[in-house]
Each structure stands twice: as structure tokens, then as C-alpha cells.
């Protein structure tokens, strides 16, 4: 008996868990080519408006308001268009690959409020030390200070679009493709350090001392994703961030955050049990 066992083909690897599935494995290349082709998309439709206004006799200045809004959702539809196009060069694409799918509310709640409170700790011990004297002017750029409804597209924009926008691509796409082949520490502080770079303003020095912070909150959004296996978690500390940043950083910018704000994470908290059964992420 024991050397009819000892001449058996070696077992199969292990079944998944039952429910489980596999993240599609999505080569780490991905990332930086879906990166390039989302900027390129972006400055391509640039050109575009640009000519299309300028035959239609209009004056577009790049530093419009209005100009920089349809820009930055024109950004934000390239980015998901390049996620979207990549993925489904290896399977169909479902919502659940990009983490659009549920996860436990108790755990999600409390990995999300762990990830923030580190944040913000360490970044008020980086402020106390460094003193970086930058803003971003990302409010004023897109029109938050021109009145009340500027005030509102403004708010809508850094608290509802940004976050959603951004987290299916950094941490959905490029943070999933980079974990094919990549550790979670290698592959959060990639992510990391381009969701901080691409927050650049700008300004120098100055500038520069305000992207570690940045690159900071991408490592912590990466890891929470890892831990709830779910994108929502992350969606709302993204929103919860930006809702208190445009309170503090908007002239009356808080009667946006406190109505927009508990609106997104209430959405981000309701929507996983709306959305059809999806597969249980195996471990990569």
C-alpha cells in the first residue's frame, strides 16, 4: 500500500473555498499602461474641446472653472474607461473585480475608522515636525469660491466624484493588478506614492512636503481594501477625508460636506446590499 501511494501523481492544487473566486490576475504592466492611456485620454479630450470651442468662436481659459470641472470628469471617465479596457483583455469584467462588492459592516466600519485615525495621528506628528507651509487649491480651481452653486459642483466633486472615481481605479484596478505578482507592502507603496504624486499642486518645495501625507492615506486605503476585500470601506474614508477638508478649506464649505458627506458614506454602507451576490475573494 505504501508504494502504490508513494507512485501517485502530486494532488491537485487546493479547491477554493466554497463561494470563493479568484481576483482575475491582471499583469502588473497593467498599472503603469492603464495609468498612461487614462492621462492620454485626458489630454486628448482636451484638444478636443479646445478645437471644438475655438470653431464654435468661444473663449476657453484653461483656468475656468467650468473648464476645469468637465475636464476633471472627463479624467475621472478615461481612468475607469482604461480599468475597464485592460481588464476585459483578460476576462469579462464584473463589479466585484474592481471590489465593488459586500463585505462584513462591522469590520469594514472598523478597519476604515482604524486606517483614519492612523492617518490623521501621523499626519499631525508630520505637521508638528515639518511645517509644510502649501495648500491645494483644488477647491478654488474648481469654482468653490465663485458662489453658492460653484460652492455645491465644487463640493459634489471633491466629495462624491473624487472618491469613487479614484478608488476604482488606484486601488480597484492599479492596486489589484500590481497584487498579481507584487506583496501587499511592495505593492500599497507603489500605489502610494502615484495616488500622492498625481495631488502635486505645484508650488515647489513647498508642494512636495505636502504629497507624503497623500502618499500615506493611497498606503492606508490600499490596505483596508486588502482587509474587507471590499471597495466601499475605502470609498467612504476617501469621502470622509475630502468632506472634512472642504469644510475646512471652503469659505462655507461645511454646509456642503455635512449634507454631501453622510450622504456618500450612506451610500457606500447601503449599496454593497443592493448589489447582486458576488463571489468571495479567495487570497491571492
Known sequence: ?????????????????????????????????????????????????????????????????????????????????????????????RAWHFGLRGTRFGSALGWAALGMLAFYVITIVYGALVRPDAEQETVEALGGDTGTFGLIIAGLMVIAVAPVVEEIFFRGFFYRALRSRLSIWVAAGIDGLLFGAIHYSGDGVDGLLILPPLALLGVLFC????????????????????????????????????????????????????????????PA
Open 1 to 93: 500500500m505504501e508504494a502504490t501511494t508513494q507512485n501517485l501523481p502530486p494532488p491537485e492544487p487546493p479547491e477554493l473555498p466554497p463561494g470563493a473566486a479568484r481576483f482575475p490576475a491582471w499583469p502588473p504592466w497593467f498599472a503603469l499602461v492603464g495609468f498612461l492611456v487614462g492621462i492620454s485620454g485626458t489630454l486628448l479630450f482636451g484638444v478636443v474641446l479646445g478645437l471644438v470651442a475655438t470653431l464654435f468662436g468661444a473663449d476657453v481659459d484653461g483656468d475656468s472653472p467650468a473648464v476645469v470641472v468637465v475636464g476633471t470628469l472627463a479624467q475621472g471617465a478615461a481612468f475607469v474607461a482604461s480599468a475597464i479596457f485592460f481588464a476585459s483583455r483578460v476576462s469579462k469584467p
Open 223 to 282: 490596505l483596508v481594501y486588502e482587509r474587507t476585500g471590499s471597495l466601499f470601506p475605502v470609498i467612504g474614508m476617501h469621502a470622509f477625508n475630502n468632506a472634512l477638508a472642504y469644510a475646512v478649506q471652503a469659505d462655507d464649505g461645511w454646509q456642503v460636506s455635512v449634507v454631501a458627506g453622510p450622504l456618500v458614506l450612506g451610500a457606500c454602507a447601503l449599496m454593497p446590499r443592493l448589489l447582486p451576490a458576488a463571489p468571495r475573494p479567495a
